[in-house]
Nanobody, 123 residues
Framework: QVHLVESGGGLVQAGGSLSPSCSASGRTANRYSMGWFRQAPGKEREFAAA????????VYSDAVKGRFTIARDNAKNTVYLQMNSLKPEDTAVYYCAYTPRIPTQKQWDYDYWGQGTQVTVSS
């Protein structure tokens, strides 16, 4: 069992920045990838970013590419999502997810999920 806890969401004005984080604990694999997904009100959950164990491979959705940066600190079992130039359409609950596989955009490849952290961007 792997336990994921997100933190660092909040309310920010358009153009601002936030940097939520996600801490993993429990029976993690020796090497694992992490992803961030988001779900806006009334919409399906969608992929945002993912990162490999060493951080050498990162994947972004077109919606966040160039504005968001995913990073990780394996010594702390923590993954971060630096979000810059935020837009009202970035408003969503942000979830981190764990997979023992390579980083992927596919939700079904992730075995464990956090409870989510709310990000609200006002116009």
């Amino acid at each position: 069992q792997v336990h994921l806890v997100e933190s660092g969401g909040g309310l920010v004005q358009a153009g601002g920045s936030l940097s939520p984080s996600c801490s993993a604990s429990g029976r993690t694999a020796n090497r694992y990838s992490m992803g961030w997904f988001r779900q806006a009100p009334g919409k399906e959950r969608e992929f945002a970013a993912a990162i490999s164990w060493l951080g050498t491979v990162t994947v972004y959705s077109d919606a966040v590419k160039g504005r968001f940066t995913i990073a990780r600190d394996n010594a702390k079992n923590t993954v971060y999502l630096q979000m810059n130039s935020l837009k009202p359409e970035d408003t969503a609950v942000y979830y981190c997810a764990y997979t023992p596989r390579i980083p992927t955009q596919k939700q079904w490849d992730y075995d464990y999920w956090g409870q989510g952290t709310q990000v609200t961007v006002s116009s």
